[in-house]
């Protein structure tokens, strides 16, 4: 720390002292109920500065943005506040939500999604592998009568369903190649057809 530095420091220190010793002083009779209602102020004055710090975290959870369609035809997907890129697509007439994945080779359903959609996960053929961050799992192909986003429709897509434990399907590189173009720009992913 430099002299400049601790003068100031000194400066400050002794400016606050004073500014204390004056407001003890002039709030002597009601000491306990000052400090309270200080207090006060500072958690408010804390709790604002935390809102706005975290005001991208707070309004992408409270109100989640969806992929928009634009006028040209194109999917625009914004990004999430975790990074990734979420859109809910139909699949055989009942709304999935996915995670844009183009590391997966193929659409991949969860148990559960497979379900929603009319498959019975209980009695596919498991006789797939596949990769994962989590090690290998066992996968089951499927045709998907029909798969929509946006104002695109797919017929007889194939797809998998993992025998593994997965919180949110992937909609991975199988699908994403039938557009012509993936944009990844300005916080939003962008498809072309």
Known sequence: MGEFEVGNLVYLSVLGAALAFWFITNHRQSFGKTIQQGLAWVLIFLGVIAAVGMWDDIRSTVLPRQAVVTDSGQIEIPIAFDGHYYVTADLNGQEVRFVIDTGASDIVLSQD?????????????????????????????????????????????????????????????????????????????????
Do not use: C, F, H
Request: glycine content about 10%; charged content about 25%.
């Open 113 to 193: 999604d497979a379900e929603k959609i009319g498959l019975d996960p209980e009695n596919l053929n498991y006789l797939g592998r596949a990769l994962t961050a989590n090690g290998e799992v066992r996968t089951a192909t499927v045709t998907l009568g029909s798969v929509e986003l946006g104002d695109y429709a797919d017929r007889n897509i194939r797809a998998r369903v993992t025998e593994g434990d997965m919180d949110i399907s992937l909609l991975g590189m199988s699908y994403l190649n039938r557009y012509e173009q993936i944009l990844i720009s300005q916080g939003k992913l962008t498809l072309v057809r």
